[in-house]
């Protein structure tokens, strides 16, 4: 049968039914409303771009929020482009209104201030997500739409009330669901905007102080829910904004799993979250190794190891115990061990090692000027000070600048200093960390080399300050002297010209692009939020990597203790508030929304032989394929048959450390992974190599279990005979 194709709507020949003009009518005019809106606002959009990256940048508060304003305005832009009329997710009538309420991705308001579209983060949209049977929300009625290349390809209507049966064709209230979970995946995650469920919205839309965990197995959309939950409080809190410092950092478990989500948040017209993993937090991580001594990895783990970062920076802390006479072009002046000792409490806590040194001086300069008597200006004095090389060069001795590669580097190297920071270890794990090489850096030491840096602070940071306070010194006194000559001209010293004289006036003159960049790290924080997707693998220690950067401990925290690949005995709450956590609410989801039912009847007995509490989801479709069994040299003709038979979706080899040398990976469709790097990902087809060889005890278990539940559609598992 021909496509029914009117307008908008572009329906299979079998859905005839719905292309009546009394269900779609009202729907093609809103929508011819929409595309004219969109055209005038796109075309006004570009040209307020234009304007504002035409206008000169400003200095100061001016150019960050000229920034600012670009920033949004290009935002909103590349949406508004990207996406068009499928902006739009569905509509809602609602009991108090028949007017139908429509959902978008991005709010929309014609010139008469006719709301066209309703931003799906506003509370008037949550109906259209939230709405059950059992808790209808005040909804007669709900309509989603599939949009395919910018057409709507079909429709799918459930009513809530009797009187919601008028105008309807199509009433399943999982139908538009169901059919998008058997679509086919990509090398991207899916747009799944438009079918967020009533259990997910609720986990979305909750409020973002303390902790709250996600907790849900394979295919319950923990990572949907994590995305969306971001952009969602973005919208919603505005201690989250984009002009409050930080915003919100998102955390995935590895690079694949980023680039795999990465269409997500612009998506959903949201740029202003941050997304690395764990190892994108340290310089070293790119490179660093897994550790090949699982004892090595458990002890370096501990939230204790990361403790002795504090004592290892503490023995380059300790103030000189002996006094000195120095010699200044005034007097002699006696410099103390009570002295040195005020001088080195001076630091506010807190302050990093190597930013509080140039505040001792400051405080050694300050005690002896108040014994010397003299009345000259500090900066002289101190310039005075340091003709004599004997107090600069004990502060150095006693407070010397650090790298944290350098202290990391020692505590692996140096037996003594290890035993002196960690005295609780027995001499064999002392042993066991040692190492030849200091900067043979792995994954365990990354927590380590964060707190360090953390601890410590920039070693040249003294030095930028220096340079940024000379340049702003050497801008104001050429403004001043601009300044001084404009109000000479100014013969009647009346008019605008007399607000020259104020300070605060004079400082909002200076250009602060001009300045030395301090060249703040964009992943040091503190963020406002963080959100953490895999959690359950997260050490004590990688924990502490990222309580710093969240001060006001706002977490959301997605994982499944299922899937930890090392044992996750703990509740939720018990490994939280071990690790400093507290305000913990925990959402438990346990639906399986991805993985067939034939897919999880074999799935479940894995995990519930090493975790029988652990939280398996009911899957709420069968897909019709069992779970294929057979030999290692089945997998090239397997894979040729299903790259022939399906023109679209992917698949994936897991478990095969030699796939493409015989096969010669057959297509882009086809990847091969580790079980470990499969985690937060999904394929049409998925196919186990061995998984007995996986590993044996929890981390066996979990790896085979993991692997099993990324399929969609189709599972095999193939053995070595």
């Known amino acids: 049968m021909e496509p029914m194709t009117t307008g908008v709507f572009d329906l299979p020949g079998r859905l005839a039914a719905k292309a009546a003009p009394s269900l779609i009518s009202d729907d093609e005019q809103h929508f011819a409303a929409i595309a004219e809106t969109l055209e005038r606002t796109i075309a006004e959009l570009s040209d307020r771009l234009d304007v504002e990256l035409r206008a000169p940048g400003g200095i100061g508060r001016a150019a960050m929020d000229r920034d600012l304003e670009v920033h949004r305005l290009d935002t909103r832009l590349r949406t508004l482009n990207r996406f068009g009329l499928d902006l739009c997710l569905g509509h809602i009538v609602r009991a108090e ?125 923990k990572t949907v829910v994590a995305l ?57 991580g790119a490179g660093a190794v897994v550790e090949s001594d699982p004892e090595v990895a458990r002890l370096k783990s501990s939230a204790e190891m990361v403790g002795a970062i504090e004592a290892a920076v503490a023995i380059y802390e300790e103030p000189p115990t002996e006094g000195m006479t120095i010699t200044t072009p005034w007097s002699g002046i006696r410099l103390t061990a009570d002295d040195w000792a005020e001088a080195f409490a001076a630091p506010e806590p807190g302050t990093p090692h190597n930013e509080a040194r140039a505040r001792i001086w400051k405080a050694l300069v300050e005690i002896l000027m108040d014994r010397s008597g003299t009345d000259v200006p500090p900066e002289q004095f101190s310039r005075a000070l340091r003709q004599d090389r ?234 019709g394929v069992p779970v294929l069994h057979g030999s290692v040299g089945e997998l090239d003709s397997i894979l040729a048959d299903w790259l022939a038979e399906h023109t679209e979706g992917t698949a994936c080899v897991i478990g095969d450390a030699d796939f493409g040398t015989g096969f010669r990976a057959p297509s882009s469709r086809v990847r091969s992974l580790t079980p470990e790097l499969v985690k937060g990902l999904e394929f049409d087809l998925v196919v186990l190599i061995d998984p007995e060889g996986y590993g044996t005890g929890v981390e066996g278990a979990v790896d085979h279990y993991v692997s099993m539940t990324r399929a969609t559609r189709q599972l095999v598992v193939l053995t070595t005979p």
């Open 390 to 623: 004997e107090p600069a060069d004990t502060l150095r001795r006693a407070w010397p600048l650090i790298e944290a590669t350098d202290l990391v580097g020692d505590l692996w190297t140096v037996p003594a200093y290890l035993r002196l920071c960690a005295p609780w270890l027995s001499p064999d794990e002392a042993r066991r960390l040692r190492r030849e090489v200091p900067d043979a850096w792995t994954v365990s030491d990354l927590p380590l080399l964060d707190a360090a840096r953390q601890r410590l602070g920039d070693p040249h940071a003294a030095r930028h300050r220096r340079r940024r306070e000379a340049a702003l010194a050497a801008q104001r006194e050429r403004m001043a002297g601009v300044i001084d000559n404009v109000i000479a001209s100014d013969h009647d010293g009346e008019g605008a010209v007399t607000m020259l004289h104020g300070q605060d006036l004079r400082d909002s003159l200076i250009d602060e692009s001009e300045l030395p960049d301090l060249e703040p790290e964009s992943l040091a924080g503190p963020f406002a939020h963080i959100v953490v997707d895999e959690a359950q693998e997260l050490t004590d220690a990688e924990w502490r990597m990222l309580l710093p950067r969240c001060p006001s401990r706002s977490f959301t925290i997605v994982g499944d203790r299922a899937q930890a690949r090392h044992g996750f005995t703990e509740t939720w709450r018990e490994r939280l508030e071990r690790i400093g956590l507290h305000r913990i609410e925990v959402a438990s989801l346990g639906i399986n929304y991805r993985t067939p039912e034939e897919v999880m009847a074999e799935a479940e007995p894995v995990i519930r032989a090493v975790l029988p509490d652990a939280n398996v989801p009911t899957s709420i479709r069968r897909g």
């Open 97 to 221: 209104d028949p007017e139908p309420l429509y959902i978008g991705r991005l709010g929309l308001t014609d010139d008469e201030g006719r709301r066209l579209l309703i931003d799906w983060r506003s509370p008037a949209a949550e109906p259209f997500f939230g709405a059950t049977h059992a808790n209808p929300m005040g909804l007669v009625s709900r309509r989603r739409y599939r949009w395919t290349a910018g057409r709507i390809g079909d429709y799918w209507d459930e009513v809530f009330t009797a009187d919601g049966l008028e105008g309807h064709a199509a009433l399943d209230d999982h139908s538009a669901f169901i059919a998008e979970l058997g679509g086919s995946r990509s090398s991207r995650m899916r747009d799944v905007l438009a079918t967020i469920q009533a259990d997910q919205d609720a986990v979305i839309r909750a409020g973002s102080r303390g902790a709250l965990v996600v907790d849900g197995g394979p295919g319950t959309g």
């Open 228 to 284: 969306h939950r971001s952009a969602y409080l973005l919208y919603s809190d505005p201690r989250l904004g984009h002009r409050r410092a930080g915003g919100v950092l998102f955390v995935g478990p590895h690079q694949p799993y980023l680039s795999y989500v990465a269409d997500i948040l612009p998506g959903l017209g949201e740029e202003g979250v941050r997304t690395c993993t764990l190892r994108d937090l340290v310089p070293q």
